[in-house]
Structure formats: structure tokens, C-alpha cells
């Protein structure tokens, strides 16, 4: 949004210059144009429709806006959230009751105070001068409003500085409850200590759980697979070793073979449980601790299946496969016609006989309109169709052919067309009926008699068809 100079704002800012005073900026307005956004000139004397004004909050000059015609001067401007419900279209700066500059603004909807959405809006008006000097702004600090994000930041830092709030904190720090006004209190405090089961702790349950160390001493980590496989690979290089040194110095001490001796759980370690030891992966025993090779055996398996996983998705991952282009669809349709196939067709035609496809504007080949011309289909043959303008169609097979034609425009009466009949007058003869409101019929013989009546009408012609509507006859060539 940028605003110009009225011709009363320029000749104010020349006057400002001669005198060697400064034009003082005091206000802006806003209005919503009356439902439409307004062409403003210089020689604009005022809004279309002014819905609010209020006082100036700052001016700027904008270093980043200078032009051949001067620099750029940034007034602003805000409007409360207790205005609002209306449109923004226009807005116009004022020097006191001088028009100083006027523009469009972009189109935008105030919230009305009751609104949800209500909020405040700022609103920055760029006007060019030829000499920044002779404009100044008028501030009345009664009416000075603080932005939202201008408050936000100043609290923000007020909350952070150590000496907010002395009194709260000094209330805070000496504020205590007596015990007995402490309501939904333990019967006894402290209360009575409680303990928790390794089941429901849980072993993963303790700080840096997870360790693939063989050397740490923790008390407070787990021992992976990986550390465990580690070790236990490392027993049996000793377990084998010793068994072959066994093997040959086996020999018992009566002293230490009658002597009863027992280990506590934390000798023995995890495996002092009843048929400690399982290599199975299928097997639910909540009693028995899984080896290495168990672990190893479902952490390979687990491997095998992700990565056939993976690779069953990386083959598998291809969406063209899934869906249709646009251009397959089209394809596909085009090949389910049958060529020689007519449809009807309520869009333009060019001077070719090509009817014109609505949604791309270009002519569709793949159709001639059936003008009784020859077109050359998109394959290269050459396909002839039907004279169908003016002409409605009539299903073949029976009594009519493909290709036969008849009927007519218009249809004129004729005699032998026209259903036998005949027009009778009944008159009597052999009475006299001058003076009566009745023709008086004078005979060469007496009785009753029968006479005919004079041709009137004509033979014009006169159209038969039914209420109707034109379109296209195309050909699927």
C-alpha cells in the first residue's frame, strides 16, 4: 500500500517549505469504499466511506524506499480491537482538517470487538516526499496505544528480570501451612514407605540402562545380547580350556568332596532360577532366562524378515503402477469407443469441421462433425460422415437403412391428403321466406334439397417438428 499527495497536501507541503515551518501530520482515516475499492486521484477531496479515524502513533522514514521522486515517509497507525466490523478499502492521511495523501488499502476485514478473531490492527501508510524536512508528527500521549506484540515483549522481559516482583517472592518464600488446615493429606507423615517388585519396575527400569560393555562395573546398567553373547563366548574358550585341563588332572581332595558348601543369589547371579537356562525363541516360560543363542537366533530372524520386508516395498513402491494418468484415462476411454461411433456435441466447431475441446481450446482430431465432408483420422485413414445438419435421426434396421433419408421442412395440404368429407346445408323449398331472418332458396322442383358452400382457405405450407434444440452430430473417426 503506498499513498500520493492530494493537490491540497501539496500545496500545503509548499507552503510549509516556503514558511520555513513543517507540515504536522496528525491523523488517519480508513473506509471500506462502499463495498467496492475506490480509484483515488490527487484530486480526491476525502474518503468514499469513512468508517474510522484516530491518531497518528509514529512516523519513520524508510532509508530502503527512496525513488527519483524522494523518500519514502512511513506514517502509522493503530486501530483498538473495540473497532472493527467492517472493511478495509481506503485510507487517507490528515494535517489537522487538511487532505494530505489518500490510496487504497488491500482489502481486508476488521473484527468486530465481539468477535472471536477480534484483534488489533496497525496499519503503515508509505508516502513519497520531495523533502522529508517540512513533514513532522503531532503525538498525543493520552491517546498512544501499545501494540500487542510491543506489550507481550515488555512483560516477557519484566518476568525475567530477577527483581520482578520483590513482595510476591518474599510472600512466597515465607508463606506455610499449618498441618491440620492441609486437606486430602496421608493419615501419617511422612507417609509409610512403599517398595515395588522387579516386575513392576521393570529391569529396563534404571538410569543408562543399556550397556554392550564386558569390563563396566555399574551396578546401574543392563548387560545387552551383545555383551552377553560376548561373554558368554569368552566362558566357553575358558570352559573348554579347563575342560581339557581337567581331563587330564581330575583328581578330588576326600577333604573338599565331603565338605557341604552353598552360593547365595547374588554368587550365583540371574541364573539361580529353576531351569534357568532357554535357547528357545517360542517358548513362554516366565521361570527361564534366554540364552545368547536364543537371542541371537530371534535377532536374525527379525533381521531376515525386515529386510524381505524392505525389499518387497522397494519393489512394490511405485504409485504409477497403482493409479492412472490423466492422459491413461483418456487413452483408456478413447480405446473403449468404436470408431464410426456419433455423439452429440453442444460446444464450437472450427472452420475445419474439428469440434474444440472446452477444457484445452485445441481442436480434437480424433472427431470430424458430420457435415457430409471426409476427414483424416489421427491413424491416417480417410473416414467419411453423414450429411446431419438440420436433420433429426430416426433409429435403422427395420423399415429405415443406415444412410436412408426423407421428411420435410415444411408440409403443405393437399386434397388427397386431406380426410373424406362433406359440408351440408339443409334448406326447404316451396315457401316464401322474404321478410324472415332466413335466406329465401328458390328451386326448380319442391322438396327437401341438399346444396354445397364456397372453397375459402389455401395451400400454405406449415412446419410439423416438435420443439427442439440444436446440437453437433461428431464422429468418433
Given at each position: 500500500m503506498a499513498l500520493i499527495l492530494t493537490k491540497a497536501g501539496l500545496a500545503a507541503l509548499v507552503e510549509a517549505e516556503e514558511s520555513g515551518t513543517k507540515l504536522q501530520a496528525t491523523h488517519m482515516a480508513l473506509g471500506d469504499g462502499n463495498g467496492s475499492v475506490p480509484e483515488h486521484t490527487t484530486s480526491s477531496s476525502s474518503l468514499i466511506n469513512e468508517v474510522w479515524r484516530g491518531a497518528l502513533q509514529s512516523i519513520t522514514i524508510n532509508e530502503q524506499g527512496d525513488s527519483d521522486a524522494g523518500k519514502q515517509v512511513v506514517f502509522e497507525a493503530h486501530v483498538p480491537i473495540n473497532a472493527g466490523g467492517w472493511y478495509i478499502r481506503e485510507a487517507a492521511l490528515y494535517a489537522g482538517d487538511v487532505l494530505l495523501a489518500i490510496g487504497t488499502h488491500p482489502v481486508m476485514w476488521k473484527p468486530a470487538p465481539e468477535e472471536p478473531t477480534k484483534m488489533e490492527h496497525v496499519i503503515k501508510a508509505p508516502v513519497t516526499f520531495g523533502n522529508t524536512g517540512a513533514v513532522s508528527l503531532i503525538v498525543d500521549p493520552t491517546v498512544v496505544l501499545a501494540s500487542q506484540e510491543f506489550v507481550n515483549e515488555q512483560l516477557a522481559e519484566h518476568n525475567g528480570?530477577?527483581?520482578?516482583?520483590?513482595?510476591?517472592?518474599?510472600?512466597?518464600?515465607?508463606?506455610?501451612?499449618?498441618?491440620?488446615?492441609?486437606?486430602?493429606?496421608?493419615?501419617?507423615?511422612?507417609?509409610a514407605g512403599h517398595t515395588h517388585t522387579p516386575s513392576q519396575v521393570g529391569l529396563g527400569n534404571l538410569p543408562n540402562a543399556k550397556s554392550d560393555s564386558v569390563t563396566s562395573t555399574s551396578g546401574n546398567s543392563l548387560a545387552t545380547s551383545k555383551a552377553v553373547k560376548v561373554a558368554y563366548d569368552k566362558g566357553?574358550?575358558?570352559?573348554?580350556?579347563?575342560?581339557?585341563?581337567?581331563?587330564s588332572n581330575h583328581n578330588h581332595n576326600s577333604v573338599y568332596a565331603?565338605?557341604?558348601?552353598?552360593?547365595?543369589p547374588a554368587q550365583v547371579g540371574l541364573g539361580n532360577l529353576p531351569n534357568s537356562k532357554s535357547s528357545s525363541v517360542s517358548s513362554t516360560s516366565e521361570n527361564a532366562l534366554s540364552t545368547s543363542k536364543a537371542t541371537k537366533t530371534a535377532y536374525d530372524r527379525a533381521t531376515q524378515a525386515l529386510n524381505a520386508a524392505n525389499t518387497k516395498a522397494a519393489s512394490n513402491h511405485n504409485h504409477d503402477s497403482r493409479y492412472y494418468t490423466?492422459?491413461?484415462?483418456?487413452?483408456?476411454?478413447?480405446?473403449?469407443?468404436?470408431?464410426?461411433?456419433?455423439?452429440?456435441?453442444s460446444g464450437?466447431?472450427?472452420?475445419?469441421?474439428?469440434?474444440?475441446?472446452?477444457?484445452?481450446?485445441?481442436?480434437?482430431?480424433?472427431?470430424?462433425?458430420?457435415?457430409?465432408?471426409?476427414?483424416?483420422?489421427?491413424?491416417?485413414r480417410n473416414v467419411s460422415t453423414p450429411n446431419m445438419r438440420d436433420r433429426f435421426t430416426v433409429g435403422a434396421g427395420g423399415k429405415y437403412s443406415v444412410g436412408s433419408k426423407g421428411g420435410a421442412d415444411k408440409v403443405s395440404p393437399t386434397i388427397s391428403t386431406t380426410a373424406s368429407h362433406h359440408h351440408v346445408i339443409a334448406y326447404e323449398t316451396g315457401n316464401d321466406l322474404s321478410g324472415s331472418t332466413y335466406h329465401n332458396f328458390n328451386s326448380r322442383n319442391t322438396g327437401d334439397y341438399d346444396d354445397g358452400t364456397r372453397h375459402t382457405g389455401g395451400s400454405q405450407a406449415h412446419e410439423n417438428r416438435p420443439p427442439y434444440i440444436g446440437v453437433f452430430y461428431i464422429k468418433y473417426l
Open positions: 528480570s530477577q527483581g520482578a516482583h520483590p513482595h510476591l517472592k518474599k510472600l512466597l518464600n515465607e508463606h506455610t501451612h499449618a498441618w491440620s488446615v492441609i486437606t486430602g493429606k496421608p493419615s501419617v507423615f511422612p507417609p566357553k574358550q575358558a570352559l573348554d580350556l579347563a575342560g581339557q585341563k581337567a581331563a565331603t565338605k557341604t558348601h552353598t552360593h547365595t490423466e492422459s491413461e484415462v483418456r487413452s483408456r476411454i478413447a480405446d473403449s469407443k468404436i470408431h464410426g461411433g456419433i455423439e452429440l456435441f464450437s466447431v472450427n472452420s475445419s469441421g474439428r469440434p474444440i475441446d472446452e477444457k484445452t481450446g485445441q481442436p480434437d482430431l480424433r472427431y470430424g462433425v458430420c457435415d457430409g465432408r471426409t476427414y483424416a483420422s489421427p491413424d491416417g
